[in-house]
């Protein structure tokens, strides 16, 4: 197991960035994708970003495509989300989580990531 601890959010303008930064403990961090998903309310939680546990492959949801960018520091077990030219539909509680298993690529389905961070409110004001 992966215990996962979320960090960064806050109230930021329309065109704001902000750093999330997600700290892994337990299971071997630096073996493992990792992902950010989000949701809204209202809505389903949606996948953000996922990064290999290598860091060399990286998937992005087609909305947060040159604006956010996924990384990760194996040697301080945390994956980050620089986020940039916030708009009004990134508001969302965003939750990092861990694969299921090791040395896998990245995924955007929720189903193959056994560990959830409590998540960390993201809200953007227009």
């Known amino acids: 197991q992966v215990q996962l601890v979320e960090s960064g959010g806050g109230l930021v303008q329309a065109g704001g960035s902000l750093r999330l930064s997600c700290a892994a403990s337990?299971?071997?961090?630096?073996?493992?994708?990792m992902g950010w998903f989000r949701q809204a309310p209202g809505k389903e939680r949606e996948f953000v970003t996922a990064i290999s546990w290598n860091g060399g492959t990286t998937y992005y949801v087609e909305s947060v495509k040159g604006r956010f960018t996924i990384s990760r520091d194996n040697a301080k077990n945390t994956v980050y989300l620089q986020m940039s030219s916030l708009k009004p539909e990134d508001t969302a509680v965003y939750y990092c989580?861990?694969?299921?298993?090791?040395?896998?690529?990245?995924?955007?389905?929720?189903?193959?990531?056994?560990?959830w961070g409590q998540g960390t409110q993201v809200t953007v004001s227009s």
């Open positions: 989580a861990a694969d299921r298993r090791a040395f896998r690529q990245p995924d955007t389905r929720a189903t193959m990531y056994a560990d």
């Open positions: 337990g299971r071997t961090f630096s073996n493992l994708a």
